[in-house]
C-alpha cells in the first residue's frame, strides 16, 4: 500500500502543450439527476468542468436545465429523456460519469444499462451514488467490466452492497478479493479513502477529515475523476485516479483552514487555482 | 435568566471526530415555500447546508425547484405536492422545518398536521413563519406537542397570536407560563431576543441589531436551528438551540461592521467560516 | 438649485434605532418585468433588498420567478396576472415602483391604472421605464396625482414624452414649469442628473459619469430610491430622493475607479457597504 | 503581418465622452442557444454586458430565460420562436451575433437566413459556431455578404468547413485568398489566433494558451467583439477586432497567472476591470 502525497500532483497536473484545443481535454459526459436530486449531477459537471475538461455535456432531466446552466454555463445539455441524444452523447464522450442523483427507477436501471452495452473500450466509466445500488441488484451486469476501464467510487455501505462484504469485514485483503472480481477499480470512500487498481496496486489517502461529511461531496470527486482522465495522458491512469482523489480531499483539507464544513460548491469554485498551485510545487 | 456569550459556541461546535460521515451530522427536512414565498424555504435550506448539516432537503412546490437547485445545489428537492414522497421523508428526518413562506392554504394546513401526526420522538420539529399562524388557529394541536421536541420561533405578534398574550403584555413571566403549557421551546425574536426553554430556563441574547431587520432573517434562524440540532449532540438541546440562535446574531452583529444592513444571503455565506472562528476560541 | 452632496447621505441614512423591526423599514412593491425584460424588475427588487427595505414584494410574470428568487430570494412574489394578489399587494405596500421591465401592453396599461386608482395618500409612488412611455398617452392620468406622493425617474426622452418639451429645450425653467403642473417629483436622468421637487427645490447632481451608460441602470435606481422612501422618515422626503439619487451615482462613481463600466449587479451587490460608509462620516 | 500590442487597447478602449447614454454604446442582439447549448449564447451575451455595451438583448428559446435573467439581468430577451420579435429585434440592432450553440436544425437555419437578408450596411454581424457550420453547407448566402461588414470567427476545422482550405494547408496566403473572396474579416483562432481584415493586413495574436482550451470560450470571445464594435468608433473597425480579441485572451492570460484553467465565466466577470486596467497604461 502506497501514500499517495502532494508530490504525485504535480507529477500529473503537468503544463498543458501550446498547440492544443479542447478536444485535447477531453469530453466528459455525466449521467444523473432525477427530479429529487438534480443538484447532484450539476455539481458533478461544475467539477469537470473547473477541473479543466474540455467539453462537459450534462445529461438529466428538463426540471434541471435551467440550475444547470446558470451554475456553470459552460456545460452542455442532454436531455436524459431523449433516448437518440442519449445514443450521440455516449457515442462521442472520452469519459462517463453514471449515477449522481440519478435515482434507481427503472428509467435509471435502463440509461445505466445502455451506458454498459455502448461502453467502448477507448472510454472510461465513473459509476456513482444511485448507479451502484442499482449495480448491487444486477450481479450479472458486473460481466460487462471485463477489459473496460470502470472506476466505482462507493462509500462504505454503497460497496458493502456491491460486493457482499459487510463494513465492518471491509479489510483490504478481502476489498482486493472482491476488485479484482469485479475488473474495476474501486476508490472507496471513508476515513482514509483506499483506492484499489486493476495492477492490485493500493493506494491510500491521508487528507481530508470530517469537514467534508456533506451531501454533496462524492458527487464532486466524480466531477473530478472525469476532468483528470479526459486531459491527463502522460501516467498510467492508475495515477491520474490517484491524483484526482488526492485533489479533491487535499483542497478540502485546504479550505477547512478557514471553514467549519467544506462545501463542494467551495471545493470546486477553488480547483482551477488549486490545480495551478499543485503543478508548480 | 442567563445572558448567551460568545463562549458556549466553543462549547458546542466542537471539532468533528475524524470517523465520521455525513449521517452523522443529522438529515434536516424543510417544509415550506409556495408560489410566493419560495425565497424563504431556499435560505432555511441554505444556512442548513451552511451551517454544517449532514444531508438537507427541501420539501416545496416544483415551481422553486430551480432557484433551490442553483443557490444551494447540495440540497435535495421533494415534492410539497407529492404525498408520498412528504411521508417518507418525514419518517426518515432528524430535524424538521416546518413554516418558511409555506403559506397558510388549506394545503400548508394538511401538510403541517400530517408533519405533527408522523412525528417522532427522536426527531425535532422546528416550527417557523406561516406555520405558527396556522397553530394559532387549530389550539387543539398544542396537544400532540407532549413529550416531543418542538421549537417554535415567532416574533412578537407571532407570540401574540399563539400564546394570545398581546405583545405589550409579554414579560418573561407571562411568556414562560405559556411556553410550560404548550410544552415547547420558544424562541421569542425580538430585540434581545429570550428563549424558554422546557427545563425553565430562560436565555437572553446581547448580540444583533436593527441590521437584521430584513425579510428572510428568522427563515435563516430556522436553519441555522436544524443544522445545530442535527450535528451537535454532546450537550443538552436547550445549550445547542441557544449557540445556534447566538450564531445568528452574532454573525450578522460581526457583518454589520460593515455592512448597513446584514442580508441572510451574506450571513449563510458566511456561516462555515464564522463557525470554524467560534470552535477555536 | 443646490449640488446634493455627500454630507447628506450621513444626513439620511442615520443609525437605525435599537427597537425595531422589517415592519419599520417598509414595504416595497416592485410592478414590472414582462416576458421579454424580467431582468429589469429583477435588478429593482434587488436594489431595494439591498439598500435596506424591511421587505419587497416583486409583482411579475410567472417565467421570472426562478431568476427572482435565485438572485434575491430575499424578495417575494406575486403574480401580475392575478388580480386579486396584486390587489392585495397594492393594499399593504408603503411605497410602490411601477414601470422597469412592464412594457406597453393592454395588461401592463390596465395594471398601471389599477396602481393609480388604488394609490393611497400615504404611499409612495415611483414612476419608471414603460409606465412613462404608458402615461405619455394617457394625460387624463396625470390628474390622479394631485395630492399624491409621484416621483418620476425619466430620462430626457421619457421626459420629452410626458412633458412634451424636445430635449434641446428641456432647461430648468421649463421643465419645472411643467413639473409643477403634473404635481410629481421628477427626477430626470442624465449628464448631471436633476431633480425637481414639488416645493420648487432643484436638486443637482454632481457625482456619476458615462461608466453608468448601461441597461439596468435605472431599473437599479428605482429600486434604491423605493428602499429610502420606504425607511427613512427624520427629514422630508425630498431630501430622501435626493438622497437615493446620490447614492445611486456615488457608489456608481466609487465602482468606477476599478472598472470601466459600471454594472448595475455590481452597484447593488455593493450597497450595504456604501450605506454604511456614508453613514459613518 | 502585425503582432497586436497591449499599447492597441489604450488606443481603442478610450475614456468614454461625459455627455453619453447608453444609446452611444450600441445595441447588441445575441441569436443562438437551442435547449442542448443554452449556456452558450448566455456567455456570449454576458460578454457583451461585462465589455461595456449600452444595450444587449439575447434572442434564444424560453428554456433559457431562467438562467440568462440570473446569470446576466441586465440582458432582455427575445423568444427566438416569436418570428415577429425577431424581426424587430434584428431591425433595431448596431451590432449581431448568431451562432453560439445556435445549433443546425432547419430553425436554426431559417434564422440565420433571415438575419441575412435583414442585415443593413450600417450593422456588424459575428458569425460564430454552428452558424458557421450551417454557412459551409450554404456557399451561395456568401454573396450576401458583399457590402457588409461581417466578422467570421471560426476555429480551424471550422474554417476548414468555409474555405474548404485543410488545417494542415491553413496559410497565410491562402487564408487570406479565400478570406478576400468572402469579403468577410475572419478571426482565426488556434495557436497564434491570426486575423485576416477585408483591407488585406493580417493581424497577429501572441498573447493567450492553452488555459483557454475549454467549453465555452470562443462564445466569450464573440460578446466581447459585438460591445467593442458597438461603443468604440473613433478607429478602423479593423482595429476594433484586434482589440477584443487582444483583450480577450491577454485577460485570459493574466487569469492563468492563479489558475490551470481559465473559464469563460472567469473572464467575463473580470472584463470591466481589465478594460480600465488597458484604457489607463
Known sequence: MTEINYQ????VIHS?????????????LTIGGNLNFGGAIIMSSSAAVHAGAGLV????????????HTIVPEAMFVDLANDQQITAA??????????????ESSAAEKIFKKTLTQLQSRQFLIIDGSALTILSHHQNWFKRFAKQKIILTPHQMEWQRVSQIPIKKQTDTRNLAVQQELQATVVLKKFGTTIYHL???????NVGGPYMATGGMGDTLTGIIAAFL????QT????????AVYTHSALAQKLSATNYVVLPSQIIKNLPNFMLSASLV
Do not use: M, W
Open 230 to 233: 479526459g486531459q491527463f495522458h
Open 199 to 205: 495492477n492490485r496496486t493500493i493506494a491510500h489517502l
Open 16 to 28: 498543458r502543450p501550446l498547440e492544443s484545443h479542447k478536444g485535447n481535454y477531453g469530453r466528459v
Open 57 to 68: 455535456t450534462c445529461a438529466t432531466y428538463r426540471e434541471n436545465l435551467s440550475a444547470l
Open 8 to 11: 504525485l500532483l504535480k507529477e
Open 236 to 243: 498510467t491512469y492508475e495515477t491520474v485516479v490517484d491524483a
Open 90 to 103: 455516449l457515442e462521442q464522450a472520452d469519459v462517463i460519469v453514471i449515477g449522481p442523483g440519478l435515482g
